[in-house]
Structure formats: C-alpha cells, structure tokens
C-alpha cells in the first residue's frame, strides 16, 4: 500500500509541473489539469480535485471529461447547483454520451426537478441507440 501511495504522489509531482508549464498547447495543458484533477481524487483531496477540473474545463470548455469530473465531485460536496451546471456543460460538449446524461439526471432528480425524467429519457434513448435530446 505504501508503494502505491508514492505511485500517486509522484503522479501528483508530475502533473503539477506539467500543469504549471505555460509552453503546453491549450488542449494538452487542459489534459494535464485534468489527469491532475483524478489523482488528487485517487488521493482524497477533493477540493483541489475541483480546482483543477475546473482548470481544465476553463481552458478547453469543450472537454466534456472536465466538466463531467468537476460535476460529480461537486454534486457529492453538496455543490449540487455548481455540479450540475458543470454536468450540463459535460452534456453540451458530448451530447452522444448516456454517461453524462446519466450523471445530470441524477444530480435533476436530487434536487427534485422535473427535467431529470427527461434527461432520464434521453438516457435510456442513447442507450438503445436512438439518439435522442431534451
């Protein structure tokens, strides 16, 4: 266990310098940012987890796997407005994905909204493959 805890603190040195390297093309700093994000997740340091997702998705606001990540993380601190917008944003840069369709819905029905049966639909629909939208 204790090899593996140096694993992800090396990880952690590694993309905190990438992520700190302003010679990085706009999308490959976003992906740092991002892989930053997931090993300060791996470590349970969630709030630095967000603050890098969201790093990544202001770089690359097309990058569906920062919004989705940043709005997990930020459903479950109880951020559920923030998580949510961060969810749709997921959605919006991937609609294809029954995923992040998945995750908005839940984080709808968890504040009692009527869209998470739609967004519900629309997942089920994907999945089935006939593409679908709210």
Avoid: K
């Amino acid at each position: 266990c204790h090899a593996a805890s140096e694993d992800w603190s090396s990880a952690l040195t590694s993309y905190t310098d990438a992520s700190s390297c302003a010679l990085l093309p706009t999308d490959e700093l976003a992906t740092a940012y991002n892989n930053l994000g997931n090993v300060h997740r791996m470590l349970q340091q969630n709030q630095d987890a967000i603050a890098s997702y969201l790093a990544a998705a202001s770089l690359a606001p097309a990058f569906a796997d920062a919004h989705f990540n940043a709005g997990g993380l930020l459903v479950e601190a109880g951020q559920v407005a923030e998580g949510t917008s961060a969810l749709w944003a997921s959605v919006g840069a991937e609609p294809a994905s029954a995923e992040n369709w998945r995750a908005l819905a839940g984080a709808l029905e968890g504040q009692g909204s009527s869209l998470a049966a739609r967004a519900f639909r629309t997942t089920v629909l994907l999945q089935q493959g006939g593409g679908g939208g709210l």
